[in-house]
């Protein structure tokens, strides 16, 4: 079992930026891929950004993501950031932290993850 709980969200102004954390414990192993998801108001969750975290690869983002979020890792930490940079009202939404087993999903898009976080609320204003 793994067990992630995120941390510093909030709220800030259109254009601004926030940092993200995932702090993670229990059997964490080199396979596992790590993620943010996020779910707006009345959406289906989709996939932030992801990172392998035994290479630190792997990296992808959403199309909305790209160029603007950076997620990183602090593997002697068991710790995953999520940089957000630009942030647009849109961004506005839950994100949660997730975890899964054996490499990241092979489809980005469909976010299948074994773990997840209780979430965190990031409210981007006008």
């Known amino acids: 079992q793994i067990q992630l709980v995120e941390s510093v969200g909030g709220s800030v102004e259109a254009g601004g930026s926030l940092r993200l954390s995932c702090a993670a414990s229990g059997t964490i192993r080199p396979t596992d891929c790590m993620a943010w998801v996020r779910q707006l108001p009345g959406k289906r969750r989709e996939a932030v950004a992801q990172i392998y975290r035994q290479t630190g690869g792997d990296i992808k983002y959403g199309d909305f993501a790209e160029g603007r979020f950076t997620i990183s890792q602090d593997t002697s930490k068991n710790t995953v950031f999520l940089q957000m940079n630009s942030l647009k009202p849109e961004d506005s939404a839950m994100y949660f932290c997730?975890?899964?087993?054996?490499?990241?999903?092979?489809?980005?898009?469909?976010?299948?993850?074994?773990?997840w976080g209780q979430g965190i609320q990031v409210t981007v204003s006008p």
């Open positions: 997730a975890a899964r087993r054996y490499g990241c999903p092979w489809s980005f898009a469909d976010p299948t993850y074994n773990f």
